[in-house]
């Protein structure tokens, strides 16, 4: 199979799962499941849930119920998205080729959508027949961390508002870009991991390609947001340097921010080596996104 064809199998393989463990579209209240459903179901490329997936694949053959984890992670990742696109911060109107959640819907129930997602999130990871309480109870609390406020999703939000139209230095670019996209990045590896059992060892590897992949993602994603047009992307794109938000490119220019991504992810590769043939398609990813066009 190639990795194409494995990245569209994934997500034919979450997207029933998806469907199940939202709210159904007829349930009260109508208007806000609809919303969260129209936010959740309208495309995307499962790039986090996928990586948990495979990530479990590389620690046992066989991992039941792994899936509904990824569809958490999926609603994490989604909501930060509806906030994200809201007038107050980013203020898009387009995501994944759609008028995004607010311009359908409205600001109340998109801010409203997006806690609600975030809040099933957690019902789901609680209510997992797997793994064990112990392990589930780290699992949720480390997910937790990853989108809170301390070198966590939240926080470097947080960060990326408060650089705009200021100087920052590589170090400040960095640390905001390693909270706010790669702490969840990072997360989603470990989860599946975590889930499938990996001993301490392999939790390391895996730890550490989680942190230098979620740093390139970013990058690339900041170099596309110049590069690339809202066709290609399926959202707005030209937006960073229009608000003087702090980017790879911004502080560094397109060419060393595009060499330090490849750097990124031959390292991310590397840590892979002690897995052997087992990481071959988190390697693959890892290609795919530094090569990625959209």
Do not use: W
């Not at 008028?99 to 609680?126: M, N, R, S, W, Y």
Request: proline share 5%; aromatic share 4%.
């Amino acid at each position: 199979m190639t990795l194409t064809e494995y990245l569209e199998a994934s997500r034919v393989r979450l997207e029933p799962h998806l469907e199940r463990l939202l709210p159904s579209a007829s349930d009260p209240p109508v208007t806000l499941h609809k919303a969260m459903r129209y936010a959740v179901l309208g495309g995307g490329k499962r790039i986090r849930p996928t990586l948990c997936l495979e990530a479990g694949a590389v620690v046992s053959d066989r991992v039941d119920g792994i899936e509904e984890l990824a569809c958490a992670l999926e609603f994490i990742h989604t909501y930060s998205l509806l906030h994200d696109d809201l007038p107050a911060l980013d203020n898009d109107d387009l995501r994944r080729g759609r008028p995004t959640c607010h311009k359908v819907f409205g600001e109340a129930v998109a801010i409203l959508a997006g806690d609600a997602l975030l809040t099933l999130a957690f019902e789901v990871l609680a209510r997992m027949p797997r793994p064990v309480p112990e392990q589930k109870t780290l699992l949720i609390a480390e997910l937790a961390a990853a989108i809170g406020t301390r070198q966590g999703m939240i926080g470097g939000q947080m960060g990326d508002l408060e650089a705009e139209g200021k100087a920052v230095s590589a170090a400040e670019v960095e640390g905001i870009h390693r909270a706010k996209t790669g702490a969840l990045i990072r997360a989603s590896i470990r989860s599946g991991a975590r889930y499938a059992g990996a001993s301490e060892p392999d939790l390391t590897q895996l730890t550490r390609f989680g942190e230098r992949l979620g740093l390139a993602f970013q990058i690339i994603d900041d170099i596309l947001d110049v590069q690339s047009s809202p066709a290609q992307l399926g959202k707005s794109t030209r937006k960073d340097a229009a608000r003087q938000k702090a980017t790879y490119p911004a502080v560094f220019g397109l060419e060393r921010s595009r060499a330090l991504a490849s750097e990124l992810v031959g390292e991310a590769i590397g840590e892979l080596a002690p897995l052997g043939a087992r990481a071959r398609r988190l390697e693959e990813i890892a290609r795919y996104l530094l090569a990625r066009s959209a």
